[in-house]
């Protein structure tokens, strides 16, 4: 293991296969300990992390493709975040905010205020997980109408706790033998231009006359939907659907939730990635990158709505805890100081550029989409386009027991995916790429 005073190496080494010896015991006391439902991906334990590298308990070091799903976009360990961390841990760390408030928490909010295209004023709640803000942003929205019908998309991902099961749109793994799930969720058709074919105008003209037959504007509370859809698939959506939906939103007062959970805080080349597309929500949710690894999320939305919910209605013990609250506004004067917009375009200039040249080698590669940090290709047969969900899982695996560490997604799993940190090098990532090409040229 290197010492935490010395830089960790920006470079992969395998020096034994994975699991190593002190993994492999690893993995047998978590089996004895930890239920199966919480399954790992990786065949190692973490012992530390920089930059683009997680270094294991055998002396391996891998190649970080996935950012521990979106989480360490400014890096693992980026140095003005563990500053941070380490001046309020000092100072103290926990009060909750609901009985003696502190400033970081205020700053937060109003960095939050700044940087969402949500139409000001606003107002930000702050809570712990991904999952806990969508939970909020629907009572809010559900405050706010007066109505209680919530749509979301097919393919759609927005968590894992009970109200957020039902808006999830995949069973497996997420929602089976789990149910009965949240009344009053309703799925509406999305876009998703590889497989349905339809342009943005066309896809919004069905998901509209949903909305409109089957719940009815009387009754919608909210429309939620992630501008690029994570988990389903990193599916972007033609041109000018989100520009309908909201606009469609507006006319009928129904409030658009955007789900930023994976797409937000930089990742996309913007700072959320409805400025991609040129919409303004009116409540967005945040998580994962928001705070550089530690648990923090928020929600923030037009004042007049986040303050439909009467006092007390909102929050939790530890909902905007301190030591994430100083790790928050250190991964934002990171992502401001350090430019890492400009760096999500410099990936996505890179891995475009590999992945469109392996495509020419290999029809199995099918669509090749996403912004900035945030890219996938679908995994296909050629023949007819059909999704190769076993090819996947085999490749993701072998280029796993290479040393880099990839994630795949999609409602049919077929999708490998690349959320590197924004800070990795062109050579790690060029690098990493290249392990998973050569493991699906291998197949
Ligand atoms: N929404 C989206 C779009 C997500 O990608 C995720 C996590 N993958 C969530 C919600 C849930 O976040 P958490 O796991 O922090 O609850």
């Not at 089996?31 to 530390?48: D, E, I, W, Y």
């Not at 530890?318 to 375009?345: F, H, K, M, R, W």
């Not at 996505?348 to 940090?373: P, S, T, V």
């Not at 085999?394 to 796993?400: F, I, T």
């Amino acid at each position: 293991m290197t010492s935490a005073s010395t830089p960790l190496p920006q470079s992969r080494r395998l020096v034994t296969d994975l699991p190593g010896p002190k993994a492999a015991e690893l993995l047998s006391r978590q089996k004895a300990a930890v239920p199966a439902g919480v399954a790992s991906l990786m065949q190692t334990f973490a012992v530390r992390a920089e930059g683009g590298v997680v270094e294991d308990v055998d002396g391996n070091r891998l190649i970080d493709l996935g950012s521990g799903i979106a989480v360490t976009s400014v890096g693992a360990s980026a140095p003005r975040v563990v500053a941070g961390v380490q001046e309020q841990v000092e100072q103290f760390t926990h009060t909750c905010f609901m009985v003696t408030p502190y400033e970081g928490y205020v700053a937060v909010a109003e960095k939050l205020g700044e940087l969402t295209p949500v139409p000001g004023p606003t107002r930000t709640a702050l809570f712990n997980s991904g999952a806990e803000a969508v939970e909020n942003a629907v009572k809010v929205a559900r405050a706010f109408t007066g109505k209680q019908a919530v749509a979301a998309f097919d393919h759609a991902y927005h968590g894992r706790t009970t109200l957020t099961m039902a808006l999830t749109s995949k069973s497996m793994p997420y929602k089976h033998s789990f149910g009965p799930f949240a009344s009053e969720i309703y799925r509406v058709s999305g876009s998703y231009p590889y497989r349905d074919g339809l342009s943005g105008d066309q896809a919004a003209d069905r998901a509209i006359d949903q909305l409109e037959k089957q719940i009815g504007a009387a009754s919608l509370a909210a429309v939620i939907m992630e501008p690029i859809q994570g988990e389903g698939g990193f599916i972007v959506p033609a041109p000018g659907f989100l520009q309908r939906i909201t606009q469609w939103c507006r006319d009928n007062d129904v409030v658009f939730i955007a789900d930023e959970i994976q797409t937000g805080f930089a990742r996309t080349g913007q700072w959320f990635a409805s400025e991609h597309e040129g919409i303004q929500p009116d409540v967005i949710t945040t998580a994962k990158g928001i705070a550089g690894g530690m648990p923090l999320s928020a929600v923030t939305g037009r004042a007049d709505i986040m303050d439909a919910a009467h006092p007390g209605g909102l929050g939790g013990t530890y909902g905007g805890n301190p030591v994430a609250c100083a790790a928050a506004l250190g991964a934002i004067e990171t992502i401001e100081q350090d430019d890492l917009l400009q760096e999500a375009s410099r990936i996505e200039a890179i891995a475009m550029e590999h992945l469109r040249a392996a495509q020419k080698q290999d029809a199995r590669i099918g669509e090749i989409r996403g912004r900035g940090a945030m890219l996938a290709f679908e995994v296909v047969d050629p023949g007819t386009g059909e999704p190769d969900a076993a090819l996947t899982s085999a490749v993701a695996a072998a280029a796993r027991s290479a040393g880099v560490i990839t994630l795949t997604c999609g409602t049919y799993g077929n999708v490998i995916r690349l959320l590197p940190p924004l800070t990795i090098s062109d050579e790690l990532l060029r690098e990493g790429l290249s392990v998973i090409t050569d493991a699906l040229a291998a197949h």
